[in-house]
Nanobody, 125 residues
Framework: QLQLVESGGGSVQPGGSLRLSCAASGFRLDYYAIAWFRQAPGKEREGVLCIMSDGENIHYADSVKGRFTISKNNAENTAYLQMNSLNPEDTGVYYC??????????????????WGQGTQVTVSS
């Protein structure tokens, strides 16, 4: 009933940009916090950032501050992750997620009940 679908991944050169989309169905994004996670080979899943249901309060990992931003289009029921100034360390599978508590925004994976299937981002050196 609750579903998230990521899209927009691909390959990009260092310094380039990508915009990922997270389309939600079965629930309204304006009532839910949304987070983006990523997982690189050999590394644990990392919380990149999250946005509160109000679309204003955002929590960033230090590694992406100033380069990544998240937004929500409630009319489209879609969240976006804009990634600029990409570097090889940003390579990984990116997931969007919605929490069990719809108003809770964190970068800890255990708080999230609904996940997309992931989309691959590769930044070549």
């Amino acid at each position: 009933q609750l579903q998230l679908v990521e899209s927009g991944g691909g390959s990009v050169q260092p310094g380039g940009s990508l915009r990922l989309s997270c389309a939600a169905s079965g629930f309204r994004l304006d009532y839910y916090a949304i987070a983006w996670f990523r997982q690189a080979p050999g590394k644990e899943r990392e919380g990149v950032l999250c946005i509160m249901s109000d679309g204003e309060n955002i929590h960033y990992a230090d590694s992406v501050k100033g380069r990544f931003t998240i937004s929500k289009n409630n009319a489209e029921n879609t969240a976006y992750l804009q990634m600029n100034s990409l570097n090889p360390e940003d390579t990984g599978v990116y997931y969007c997620a919605a929490p069990k508590d719809p108003y809770y925004c964190s970068r800890h994976a255990d708080h999230y009940s609904f996940w997309g299937q992931g989309t691959q981002v590769t930044v070549s050196s």
